[in-house]
């Protein structure tokens, strides 16, 4: 993933975190012009074409069965009773 800095991010935190989109969706929480990025940076930074990785990404796992919880074992041969 692309970084050119790093953001120190220390209000709005949920107990499930952000997703990407949060920020970088049309639409998303960050106002970036309000920010000083430039017009078409702003564009950029709230449409970022990675987000379609994730999305299938997301998307994938959700329709993947959850896998069986492990099971204690129970008495059979050479266990105690």
Known sequence: MR????????????????????CHAPGGILDWK???YT???AAELGNL???SYFEK????????????AARPARGGAGSAK
């Open 49 to 51: 074409p990675e987000l």
């Open 57 to 68: 990404l997301q998307a994938s796992s959700a329709t993947k069965p959850a896998s069986p």
């Open 3 to 22: 970084q050119m800095g790093t953001l120190m991010v220390n209000h709005g935190i949920h107990k499930g975190g952000r997703s990407c989109a949060d």
């Open 34 to 36: 309000a920010l000083g």
């Open 39 to 41: 017009e078409s940076r």
